[in-house]
């Protein structure tokens, strides 16, 4: 009589496997049940809320900046007839209207009149200013359509 003794043990070892297994499962989630709950372990730090920028915050809210006293002059002959925006910051062109001349386009960068520059574009918006990078003096709004 033949016996094949070692598809005994095959079976022995699967079962320990699977026993070993069902232990430290028992084992990973009585320890996880028995831990205290992660958010009482340290209190959160209570931080200052920071002071906002009363100019930006004006700036947001649409409040202009006051600019020199030649900007009421000056908007009056300047008139923005169109926007168009580029897909990246800082780019685009504005139609803008110098002295009730038809209408050219200015690319952001570019001088429309002397000791103004196209600073930057909004929606239906241009600002302008004595450089790129300074302060905006004279905002440039496209008339409302009915």
């Known amino acids: 009589m033949l016996s094949n003794s070692h598809h005994k043990w095959g079976v022995r070892l699967g079962t320990f496997g ?3 297994l069902a232990a430290a499962s028992v084992a ?3 320890l996880r049940g ?3 709950p992660a958010g009482l372990a340290v209190p959160a730090a209570a931080t200052l809320p920071a002071a906002p920028d009363a100019q930006a915050l004006a700036r947001l809210l649409g409040v202009s900046a006051p600019g020199p006293a030649a900007a009421p002059a000056q908007a009056s002959r300047l008139a923005l007839v169109g926007v168009l925006a580029g897909r990246h910051s800082g780019g685009g062109a504005a ?3 110098v002295g009730g001349q038809p209408a ?4 952001v960068g570019a001088t429309v009149e002397a000791g103004l520059v196209l600073q930057a574009l909004g929606p239906r918006q241009a600002r302008l200013g004595a450089s790129v990078d300074g302060a905006t ?3 440039l709004d496209m008339p409302v359509k009915n």
Request: net charge positive; charged share 10%.
């Open 137 to 139: 003096t004279l905002t």
């Open 104 to 107: 050219k386009p200015f690319r």
């Open 28 to 30: 990973y989630w009585g």
């Open 95 to 97: 139609l803008i209207a």
């Open 18 to 20: 699977v026993w070993a």
């Open 34 to 36: 028995m831990a205290p």
